[in-house]
């Protein structure tokens, strides 16, 4: 069983992750020609990562390359300082909301100064869960205007919570939803209601963290793995052990079973990947296009994962 091999883009946070020492100047540059050289043209950051740092790092190894030949996003509503330590990727202290129309106007206009561009082909409302209402309000119609003045490509949202974004599809019209950790071997959330609506109504979905944060790349047996940003409880390692084994016994790695559920949806239009070095871009390439067994869904159904396609 072969699935067709969908695009993928890079997630540009650990240019601004704090709380590990941020990845050096020149492994970073070595990350982007790599990652340009094997034709990745999508590229994801937002203001909260460093807060500002990795916009503005990107901006950095961004400059020289063709505008025409890239998609670039960022983000708006959620933020912390510049630099500032992490200490709770989820619920850091000190990090602020803000989807009022002022903030989310002035929030692009230091994004693209960062970037050091002059328009964003996507702009997300950044995990607006508890401020759906200030959202639609303030955010999202801010976003709008941009659009309609041709300094935002299109609009949506970023979120880890499915029913944030099947909340903003309902009541709004986003163009593509990024999707963070919803479709995934340990989570299927996005399948029942959300996919069927962006299939219905052509909005895009851009699948971020097909590994929910590592685990379902390095396996349960890591002691630094995370599982949606925290370290896994027992029961999470458990269930990622069973999901591995039924995987080797198919003669497939855990990471590409991983990648290939993600991408298989019919609503998933891209997978955004994490920024890793060369050899782990080219290998998680490699999985994306190595084919599967057909048995492998079914397989994997015994555990009570349904298969990606929506057929049984």
């Known amino acids: 069983m072969s699935s067709s091999v969908k695009p993928v883009g890079l997630g540009f946070g650990l240019l601004g992750t704090t709380n590990t020492a941020p990845i050096p100047d020149a492994q970073a540059e070595r990350m982007m020609a790599a990652a340009w050289e094997l034709g990745i043209r999508r590229f994801d950051t937002a203001p909260l990562y460093g807060g500002g740092l990795?916009?503005?790092?990107?901006?950095?190894?961004?400059?020289?390359?063709?505008?025409?030949?890239?998609?670039?996003?960022?983000?708006?509503?959620?933020?912390?300082?510049?630099?500032?330590?992490?200490?709770?990727?989820?619920?850091?202290?000190?990090?602020?909301?803000?989807?009022?129309?002022?903030?989310?106007?002035?929030?692009?206009?230091?994004?693209?100064?960062?970037?050091?561009?002059?328009?964003?082909?996507?702009?997300?409302?950044?995990?607006?869960?508890?401020?759906?209402?200030?959202?639609?309000?303030?955010?999202?119609?801010?976003?709008?205007?941009?659009?309609?003045?041709?300094?935002?490509?299109?609009?949506?949202?970023?979120?880890?919570?499915?029913?944030?974004?099947?909340?903003?599809?309902?009541?709004?019209?986003?163009?593509?939803?990024?999707?963070?950790?919803?479709?995934?071997?340990?989570?299927?959330?996005?399948?029942?209601?959300?996919?069927?609506?962006?299939?219905?109504?052509?909005?895009?979905?851009?699948?971020?963290a097909p590994f929910n944060s590592g685990i379902l790349a390095t396996g349960p047996d890591d002691a630094t793995t995370r599982f949606d940003y925290q370290a896994p409880d027992e029961a999470t390692r458990a269930r990622v052990r069973a999901i591995q084994s039924v995987c080797a016994a198919q003669g497939i790695p855990l990471k590409r079973a991983a990648l290939h559920y993600s991408a298989a949806h019919p609503a998933v239009t891209r997978l955004v990947l994490g920024l890793t070095d060369p050899a782990g871009l080219q290998s998680n390439l490699a999985d994306l296009a190595a084919p599967l067994p057909a048995t492998l869904w079914p397989a994997l159904a015994e555990l009570g994962i349904p298969a990606p396609t929506g057929e049984s």
């Open 54 to 208: 990795s916009e503005e790092r990107l901006g950095r190894l961004l400059r020289g390359l063709p505008r025409d030949e890239y998609a670039l996003s960022t983000k708006v509503g959620r933020y912390r300082d510049y630099a500032a330590a992490v200490t709770n990727p989820k619920d850091n202290p000190g990090d602020w909301r803000d989807y009022s129309r002022d903030a989310t106007l002035r929030s692009v206009e230091a994004s693209l100064e960062r970037l050091g561009v002059d328009r964003l082909d996507i702009a997300f409302v950044h995990d607006c869960d508890t401020h759906i209402g200030a959202a639609l309000k303030g955010a999202l119609p801010a976003l709008a205007e941009l659009k309609s003045q041709g300094l935002v490509g299109a609009i949506g949202c970023g979120s880890n919570v499915a029913a944030t974004h099947l909340a903003l599809l309902r009541a709004a019209e986003p163009d593509v939803l990024m999707v963070a950790g919803r479709f995934t071997l340990l989570d299927q959330s996005a399948a029942d209601e959300l996919f069927p609506l962006c299939l219905s109504r052509g909005v895009e979905v851009e699948l971020a």
